[in-house]
Protein backbone atom coordinates (compact mmCIF):
# COMPACT_ATOMS: atom_id res chain seq x y z
CA UNK A 1 0.00 0.00 0.00
CA UNK A 2 1.26 3.49 -0.76
CA UNK A 3 1.98 6.16 1.32
CA UNK A 4 -0.82 8.35 0.33
CA UNK A 5 -3.39 5.69 0.71
CA UNK A 6 -2.20 4.57 4.03
CA UNK A 7 -2.60 8.52 5.16
CA UNK A 8 -5.63 8.29 3.76
CA UNK A 9 -7.13 4.95 5.60
CA UNK A 10 -5.59 6.25 9.00
CA UNK A 11 -8.17 8.98 8.79
CA UNK A 12 -10.74 7.17 8.24
CA UNK A 13 -9.46 4.11 10.92
CA UNK A 14 -9.53 6.50 13.75
CA UNK A 15 -12.89 7.81 13.61
CA UNK A 16 -14.64 4.73 12.58
CA UNK A 17 -13.59 3.19 16.19
CA UNK A 18 -14.50 5.96 17.60
CA UNK A 19 -17.74 5.91 16.35
CA UNK A 20 -18.56 2.23 16.82
CA UNK A 21 -17.09 2.49 20.40
CA UNK A 22 -19.92 5.29 21.35
CA UNK A 23 -22.53 3.98 19.08
CA UNK A 24 -21.91 0.81 21.32
CA UNK A 25 -21.33 1.96 24.51
CA UNK A 26 -25.25 3.95 23.79
CA UNK A 27 -26.58 0.90 22.47
CA UNK A 28 -25.18 -0.94 25.21
CA UNK A 29 -26.48 1.10 27.96
CA UNK A 30 -30.09 0.82 26.63
CA UNK A 31 -29.34 -3.07 26.89
CA UNK A 32 -28.64 -2.59 30.51
CA UNK A 33 -30.83 -1.03 31.17
CA UNK A 34 -33.22 -3.90 30.45
CA UNK A 35 -31.43 -6.66 32.02
CA UNK A 36 -30.71 -4.05 35.33
CA UNK A 37 -34.55 -4.70 36.37
CA UNK A 38 -34.08 -8.24 36.04
CA UNK A 39 -31.09 -8.84 37.83
CA UNK A 40 -31.99 -6.95 40.63
CA UNK A 41 -35.27 -8.62 41.37
CA UNK A 42 -33.45 -11.85 41.35
CA UNK A 43 -30.88 -10.37 43.27
CA UNK A 44 -27.88 -11.13 41.06
CA UNK A 45 -24.29 -10.26 41.56
CA UNK A 46 -22.32 -7.46 39.46
CA UNK A 47 -20.49 -10.09 38.16
CA UNK A 48 -23.43 -12.06 36.10
CA UNK A 49 -24.90 -8.93 35.34
CA UNK A 50 -21.93 -7.72 34.04
CA UNK A 51 -21.05 -11.18 31.98
CA UNK A 52 -24.81 -11.08 30.44
CA UNK A 53 -24.14 -7.29 29.22
CA UNK A 54 -20.72 -8.08 27.46
CA UNK A 55 -22.69 -11.58 25.84
CA UNK A 56 -24.93 -8.82 23.92
CA UNK A 57 -22.21 -6.95 22.58
CA UNK A 58 -21.54 -8.41 19.04
CA UNK A 59 -25.14 -8.12 17.92
CA UNK A 60 -25.13 -4.66 19.40
CA UNK A 61 -21.69 -4.19 17.38
CA UNK A 62 -23.48 -5.54 13.94
CA UNK A 63 -26.47 -2.98 14.39
CA UNK A 64 -24.20 0.35 14.89
CA UNK A 65 -21.08 -0.64 12.68
CA UNK A 66 -22.69 0.38 9.28
CA UNK A 67 -24.21 4.12 11.15
CA UNK A 68 -20.88 3.91 12.60
CA UNK A 69 -18.67 3.52 9.72
CA UNK A 70 -20.96 6.33 7.62
CA UNK A 71 -20.84 8.43 10.06
CA UNK A 72 -17.12 8.40 10.55
CA UNK A 73 -16.34 8.54 6.90
CA UNK A 74 -18.78 11.82 6.82
CA UNK A 75 -16.21 13.19 9.16
CA UNK A 76 -13.30 12.49 8.02
CA UNK A 77 -13.86 12.81 4.46
CA UNK A 78 -15.46 16.34 4.98
CA UNK A 79 -12.44 17.07 6.61
CA UNK A 80 -10.01 16.26 4.53
CA UNK A 81 -12.52 17.79 1.49
CA UNK A 82 -12.81 21.48 3.38
CA UNK A 83 -8.83 21.21 3.71
CA UNK A 84 -8.56 20.81 0.27
CA UNK A 85 -6.32 17.54 0.99
CA UNK A 86 -8.48 15.43 -1.52
CA UNK A 87 -8.09 18.23 -3.74
CA UNK A 88 -4.66 18.02 -4.05
CA UNK A 89 -4.65 14.17 -4.52
CA UNK A 90 -6.49 15.10 -7.90
CA UNK A 91 -4.64 17.29 -8.43
CA UNK A 92 -1.36 15.20 -8.18
CA UNK A 93 -2.50 12.59 -10.47
CA UNK A 94 -4.80 10.25 -8.55
CA UNK A 95 -7.98 8.73 -10.06
CA UNK A 96 -10.96 9.21 -8.60
CA UNK A 97 -11.21 5.18 -7.80
CA UNK A 98 -7.76 5.56 -6.31
CA UNK A 99 -8.84 8.10 -3.70
CA UNK A 100 -11.92 6.29 -2.62
CA UNK A 101 -10.02 2.75 -2.91
CA UNK A 102 -9.13 3.27 0.88
CA UNK A 103 -12.71 3.78 2.33
CA UNK A 104 -13.65 0.93 0.75
CA UNK A 105 -11.00 -1.33 1.85
CA UNK A 106 -11.97 -0.49 4.73
CA UNK A 107 -15.46 -1.24 4.46
CA UNK A 108 -15.02 -4.57 2.84
CA UNK A 109 -13.20 -5.55 6.11
CA UNK A 110 -15.26 -4.34 8.23
CA UNK A 111 -18.38 -6.67 6.19
CA UNK A 112 -16.05 -9.29 6.25
CA UNK A 113 -15.60 -9.52 10.29
CA UNK A 114 -19.40 -8.66 10.53
CA UNK A 115 -19.88 -11.78 8.21
CA UNK A 116 -17.62 -13.76 10.36
CA UNK A 117 -19.37 -12.23 13.99
CA UNK A 118 -22.96 -13.27 12.58
CA UNK A 119 -22.08 -16.74 10.99
CA UNK A 120 -20.34 -17.84 14.27
CA UNK A 121 -19.82 -15.50 17.13
CA UNK A 122 -23.05 -13.89 17.62
CA UNK A 123 -25.19 -17.18 17.97
CA UNK A 124 -22.82 -18.33 20.44
CA UNK A 125 -22.61 -15.28 22.84
CA UNK A 126 -26.32 -15.23 22.40
CA UNK A 127 -26.46 -19.06 23.20
CA UNK A 128 -24.37 -18.14 26.78
CA UNK A 129 -26.81 -15.36 27.34
CA UNK A 130 -29.72 -17.13 27.07
CA UNK A 131 -28.36 -19.79 29.51
CA UNK A 132 -27.57 -16.82 31.94
CA UNK A 133 -30.60 -15.75 31.75
CA UNK A 134 -32.65 -18.95 32.51
CA UNK A 135 -30.07 -19.84 35.63
CA UNK A 136 -31.27 -16.37 36.85
CA UNK A 137 -34.94 -16.86 36.00
CA UNK A 138 -35.00 -20.18 37.64
CA UNK A 139 -32.45 -19.39 40.47
CA UNK A 140 -34.18 -21.09 43.30
CA UNK A 141 -32.79 -18.59 46.48
CA UNK A 142 -34.11 -15.68 44.09
CA UNK A 143 -37.41 -17.28 43.40
CA UNK A 144 -37.88 -19.12 46.87
CA UNK A 145 -37.39 -16.02 49.16
CA UNK A 146 -37.50 -12.07 49.05
CA UNK A 147 -36.84 -9.54 51.12
CA UNK A 148 -39.77 -8.29 52.81
CA UNK A 149 -42.44 -10.17 50.78
CA UNK A 150 -44.71 -13.13 50.79
CA UNK A 151 -44.10 -15.23 48.29
CA UNK A 152 -46.08 -18.69 47.50
CA UNK A 153 -43.03 -20.62 44.71
CA UNK A 154 -45.68 -23.54 45.30
CA UNK A 155 -49.40 -23.70 45.73
CA UNK A 156 -49.77 -24.52 49.42
CA UNK A 157 -46.19 -22.79 50.18
CA UNK A 158 -45.72 -19.22 52.07
CA UNK A 159 -42.42 -18.24 52.55
CA UNK A 160 -41.58 -14.76 54.38
CA UNK A 161 -37.87 -13.27 55.02
CA UNK A 162 -37.67 -10.18 57.18
CA UNK A 163 -34.11 -9.16 55.48
CA UNK A 164 -31.30 -11.02 53.30
CA UNK A 165 -27.91 -10.13 53.09
CA UNK A 166 -25.18 -9.99 50.75
CA UNK A 167 -24.30 -13.73 51.12
CA UNK A 168 -27.94 -14.72 50.43
CA UNK A 169 -28.46 -15.50 54.10
CA UNK A 170 -32.03 -15.18 55.43
CA UNK A 171 -33.01 -13.29 58.72
CA UNK A 172 -36.48 -13.80 60.42
CA UNK A 173 -37.75 -16.69 58.17
CA UNK A 174 -41.47 -17.47 58.22
CA UNK A 175 -42.87 -20.25 56.41
CA UNK A 176 -46.43 -22.33 55.99
CA UNK A 177 -46.96 -25.41 54.71
CA UNK A 178 -50.24 -27.07 53.78
CA UNK A 179 -49.98 -30.44 52.74
CA UNK A 180 -52.26 -32.70 50.74
CA UNK A 181 -53.88 -34.08 53.99
CA UNK A 182 -54.88 -30.51 54.85
CA UNK A 183 -52.42 -30.69 57.83
CA UNK A 184 -50.45 -27.40 58.82
CA UNK A 185 -47.15 -26.44 59.59
CA UNK A 186 -45.81 -23.33 60.28
CA UNK A 187 -41.54 -23.13 60.57
CA UNK A 188 -39.93 -19.86 62.26
CA UNK A 189 -36.50 -19.59 62.21
CA UNK A 190 -33.97 -17.02 63.22
CA UNK A 191 -31.25 -17.54 60.31
CA UNK A 192 -31.77 -19.54 57.05
CA UNK A 193 -29.64 -20.64 54.07
CA UNK A 194 -30.00 -22.74 50.59
CA UNK A 195 -27.51 -25.95 50.50
CA UNK A 196 -27.53 -29.40 48.85
CA UNK A 197 -27.39 -32.35 50.96
CA UNK A 198 -26.72 -35.54 49.26
CA UNK A 199 -27.47 -33.84 46.22
CA UNK A 200 -30.76 -32.20 46.97
CA UNK A 201 -31.32 -28.43 47.63
CA UNK A 202 -32.70 -28.15 50.97
CA UNK A 203 -33.50 -24.62 53.17
CA UNK A 204 -31.24 -25.00 56.04
CA UNK A 205 -33.32 -23.31 59.25
CA UNK A 206 -30.84 -22.11 62.67
CA UNK A 207 -33.13 -21.52 65.84
CA UNK A 208 -36.32 -21.92 65.28
CA UNK A 209 -39.24 -23.62 66.18
CA UNK A 210 -42.32 -25.70 64.00
CA UNK A 211 -45.86 -25.89 64.61
CA UNK A 212 -48.12 -28.22 63.29
CA UNK A 213 -51.56 -28.52 63.16
CA UNK A 214 -53.23 -31.98 62.07
CA UNK A 215 -56.50 -32.32 60.98
CA UNK A 216 -58.15 -34.29 63.90
CA UNK A 217 -57.07 -30.71 66.10
CA UNK A 218 -54.03 -31.92 67.44
CA UNK A 219 -51.13 -29.00 67.78
CA UNK A 220 -47.19 -30.59 67.60
CA UNK A 221 -44.68 -27.94 68.97
CA UNK A 222 -40.83 -28.31 68.66
CA UNK A 223 -38.43 -26.16 68.61
CA UNK A 224 -34.79 -26.79 66.75
CA UNK A 225 -31.04 -25.49 66.42
CA UNK A 226 -30.80 -27.08 62.91
CA UNK A 227 -33.73 -28.05 60.75
CA UNK A 228 -33.34 -29.18 56.65
CA UNK A 229 -36.64 -28.05 54.93
CA UNK A 230 -36.29 -29.90 51.67
CA UNK A 231 -36.44 -27.92 48.44
CA UNK A 232 -36.64 -30.89 45.64
CA UNK A 233 -40.05 -30.49 44.65
CA UNK A 234 -39.57 -27.14 43.99
CA UNK A 235 -35.95 -27.70 41.97
CA UNK A 236 -37.61 -30.06 39.81
CA UNK A 237 -38.53 -28.37 36.59
CA UNK A 238 -39.50 -29.61 33.59
CA UNK A 239 -38.54 -26.00 31.99
CA UNK A 240 -35.75 -26.10 28.88
CA UNK A 241 -33.62 -23.04 27.59
CA UNK A 242 -35.39 -22.17 24.22
CA UNK A 243 -33.06 -20.80 21.33
CA UNK A 244 -34.30 -18.13 19.05
CA UNK A 245 -33.76 -17.53 15.95
CA UNK A 246 -30.85 -15.33 16.79
CA UNK A 247 -29.49 -17.39 18.90
CA UNK A 248 -28.88 -20.46 16.32
CA UNK A 249 -26.03 -21.16 13.91
CA UNK A 250 -26.03 -21.19 9.99
CA UNK A 251 -26.94 -25.05 9.44
CA UNK A 252 -30.12 -25.14 12.04
CA UNK A 253 -31.06 -21.88 10.34
CA UNK A 254 -30.74 -22.93 6.36
CA UNK A 255 -31.69 -26.79 7.58
CA UNK A 256 -33.92 -26.77 10.35
CA UNK A 257 -34.88 -30.27 11.71
CA UNK A 258 -38.80 -30.61 10.39
CA UNK A 259 -39.49 -33.57 12.48
CA UNK A 260 -39.37 -30.42 15.44
CA UNK A 261 -43.18 -28.64 16.07
CA UNK A 262 -41.30 -25.38 16.63
CA UNK A 263 -39.13 -25.65 14.00
CA UNK A 264 -41.65 -26.57 11.29
CA UNK A 265 -43.93 -23.33 12.40
CA UNK A 266 -40.95 -21.42 12.15
CA UNK A 267 -39.23 -22.43 9.00
CA UNK A 268 -39.32 -18.99 6.96
CA UNK A 269 -38.61 -16.85 10.50
CA UNK A 270 -35.40 -19.02 10.62
CA UNK A 271 -34.69 -18.61 6.77
CA UNK A 272 -35.09 -15.04 6.82
CA UNK A 273 -33.06 -14.65 10.13
CA UNK A 274 -30.53 -16.98 7.95
CA UNK A 275 -30.18 -14.59 4.98
CA UNK A 276 -30.35 -11.45 6.97
CA UNK A 277 -26.71 -12.84 8.60
CA UNK A 278 -25.40 -12.90 5.26
CA UNK A 279 -26.75 -9.77 3.93
CA UNK A 280 -26.72 -7.43 6.61
CA UNK A 281 -22.63 -6.95 6.20
CA UNK A 282 -23.34 -5.39 3.00
CA UNK A 283 -24.78 -2.12 4.43
CA UNK A 284 -21.13 -1.69 5.26
CA UNK A 285 -20.22 -0.92 1.59
CA UNK A 286 -23.43 0.48 0.95
CA UNK A 287 -23.08 3.41 3.86
CA UNK A 288 -19.48 4.19 3.08
CA UNK A 289 -20.62 4.13 -0.54
CA UNK A 290 -23.23 6.92 0.42
CA UNK A 291 -20.56 8.63 2.28
CA UNK A 292 -18.44 8.94 0.13
CA UNK A 293 -20.57 10.14 -3.15
CA UNK A 294 -22.22 12.56 -0.23
CA UNK A 295 -18.55 14.52 -0.27
CA UNK A 296 -16.55 13.57 -3.04
CA UNK A 297 -19.84 13.18 -5.32
CA UNK A 298 -20.15 16.62 -5.92
CA UNK A 299 -18.36 19.30 -6.91
CA UNK A 300 -15.92 21.57 -4.37
CA UNK A 301 -17.37 23.90 -2.33
CA UNK A 302 -15.89 26.16 0.45
CA UNK A 303 -19.15 26.07 2.25
CA UNK A 304 -19.55 22.87 3.13
CA UNK A 305 -21.72 19.75 1.39
CA UNK A 306 -24.37 20.22 4.53
CA UNK A 307 -27.39 19.78 1.87
CA UNK A 308 -25.81 16.76 0.20
CA UNK A 309 -24.97 15.20 3.33
CA UNK A 310 -28.16 15.47 4.92
CA UNK A 311 -29.64 14.39 1.54
CA UNK A 312 -27.73 11.18 1.77
CA UNK A 313 -28.06 10.84 5.64
CA UNK A 314 -31.81 10.52 4.65
CA UNK A 315 -31.20 7.63 2.19
CA UNK A 316 -28.87 5.67 4.45
CA UNK A 317 -31.56 5.60 6.97
CA UNK A 318 -34.24 4.85 4.83
CA UNK A 319 -32.47 2.53 3.89
CA UNK A 320 -31.76 0.83 6.67
CA UNK A 321 -35.47 0.85 7.77
CA UNK A 322 -36.35 -1.00 4.12
CA UNK A 323 -34.15 -3.43 5.38
CA UNK A 324 -35.75 -4.18 8.36
CA UNK A 325 -39.51 -4.54 6.57
CA UNK A 326 -38.04 -6.59 4.14
CA UNK A 327 -36.49 -8.95 6.86
CA UNK A 328 -39.92 -8.89 8.61
CA UNK A 329 -41.72 -9.68 5.22
CA UNK A 330 -39.36 -12.41 4.66
CA UNK A 331 -40.70 -14.38 7.51
CA UNK A 332 -44.19 -14.54 5.30
CA UNK A 333 -43.13 -14.89 1.86
CA UNK A 334 -39.55 -16.96 1.20
CA UNK A 335 -39.08 -15.49 -2.29
CA UNK A 336 -38.47 -11.94 -0.51
CA UNK A 337 -34.92 -12.86 0.56
CA UNK A 338 -33.70 -12.10 -2.38
CA UNK A 339 -34.77 -8.66 -1.75
CA UNK A 340 -32.12 -8.68 1.44
CA UNK A 341 -29.39 -9.00 -0.57
CA UNK A 342 -31.27 -6.53 -3.69
CA UNK A 343 -31.68 -3.79 -0.84
CA UNK A 344 -27.82 -2.74 -0.38
CA UNK A 345 -26.51 -4.04 -3.57
CA UNK A 346 -28.82 -1.40 -5.28
CA UNK A 347 -27.71 1.63 -3.04
CA UNK A 348 -24.17 1.06 -3.59
CA UNK A 349 -24.55 0.69 -7.13
CA UNK A 350 -26.89 3.88 -6.74
CA UNK A 351 -24.06 6.31 -5.01
CA UNK A 352 -20.87 4.55 -6.69
CA UNK A 353 -22.93 6.18 -10.06
CA UNK A 354 -23.15 9.44 -8.27
CA UNK A 355 -19.35 9.09 -7.36
CA UNK A 356 -18.11 8.62 -10.96
CA UNK A 357 -21.09 10.46 -12.79
CA UNK A 358 -18.80 13.60 -11.37
CA UNK A 359 -14.85 14.46 -13.14
CA UNK A 360 -12.04 14.26 -11.19
CA UNK A 361 -10.03 17.27 -10.78
CA UNK A 362 -7.43 15.67 -12.89
CA UNK A 363 -9.42 15.36 -16.07
CA UNK A 364 -11.62 18.61 -15.59
CA UNK A 365 -8.83 21.46 -15.84
CA UNK A 366 -7.44 20.43 -19.48
CA UNK A 367 -11.37 20.28 -20.40
CA UNK A 368 -11.53 23.71 -18.99
CA UNK A 369 -8.32 24.86 -20.96
CA UNK A 370 -9.60 23.26 -24.30
CA UNK A 371 -12.78 25.22 -23.87
CA UNK A 372 -11.04 28.44 -23.34
CA UNK A 373 -8.84 27.88 -26.24
CA UNK A 374 -11.50 27.15 -28.43
CA UNK A 375 -13.13 29.90 -27.18
CA UNK A 376 -9.68 32.59 -27.92
CA UNK A 377 -9.42 30.89 -31.39
Known amino acids: MRLIDRYLLRQLLGPTLLATAALTGVALLSQSLSTLDLMVNQRQSALVFLQVTMLAMPQLINMVLPIALFVAALVALNRLHTEQEIVVCFASGMSRWRVISPAIRLAATAAFLMLLVNLWVQPAALRQMREELFQVRTDLASTLVREGE????????????????????????????????????????????????????????????????????????????????????????????????????????????????????????????GHSRIATPLYNIAFMALALSAIIGGGFSRLGYGRRIAALSAVAAVTRILGFVVQAGCEDSAWLNVLQYAVPLAVTAFALRSLFRQPSRRSAAPRRSLAATAAAA
Request: proline share 6%; net charge neutral.
Open 150 to 273: FTQPAPGLTVYAQSVDSKGDFRNLFIHQTKPDASTTTYMADRGHIAKRRGRPVLILRSGSTQEFSPKGVLNYLTFDEYAFDLGALATSDELVHYKPSDRYPHELFFPDLKQGWEQRNRLSMLAE
